[in-house]
């Protein structure tokens, strides 16, 4: 969520939270790795965030976020930043499978499922630095 509210912008912090890095770095391929790790890593602090909590609801609830991060990016960015990165989010998604106490089967649980949120659509991150 980032920290330290900018007291000259409502609603915005001077320190981003991943989110907004994402958000800011998706669709210039300038900062196509950028995007990628910010992504990864919003899972991942929404997986270890849950991991904390005490309540099993709330742990739950943070949990299916995390999972919903990563179905996200199967459904609208499949090649997933790269191999190494694709690497990272199957990892990852295999320790949110095991937390919820499903089969642990990482990215091949959300390739026929995966589906775009509504609203909005999402911005380009191009894979190649050649001009179409």
Do not use: H
Not at 63 to 89: N, S, T
Not at 97 to 110: C, D, M, N, S
Request: aromatic content about 10%; hydrophobic content about 35%; overall charge positive.
């Amino acid at each position: 969520m980032g920290a330290r509210p900018d007291p000259g912008q409502q609603n915005r912090n001077v320190i981003w939270g991943w989110g907004v890095i994402a958000k800011v770095t998706a669709g210039n391929i300038q900062f196509r790795d950028q995007f990628y790790d910010a992504r990864y890593n919003l899972a991942l602090c929404r997986y270890n965030y849950a991991l904390a909590q005490s309540d099993p609801a709330k742990r739950n609830e943070q949990m299916e976020m995390a999972k919903r991060d990563i179905k996200f990016m199967v459904g609208l960015y499949p090649e997933m930043g790269g191999e190494a990165m694709k690497a990272r989010f199957d990892y990852l998604a295999k320790g949110i499978q095991k937390a919820l106490g499903e089969p642990q089967t990482g990215l091949a649980a959300f390739q026929d499922q995966a589906a775009p949120p509504t609203g909005g659509g999402p911005k380009t991150v191009p894979t190649s630095t050649t001009a179409a």
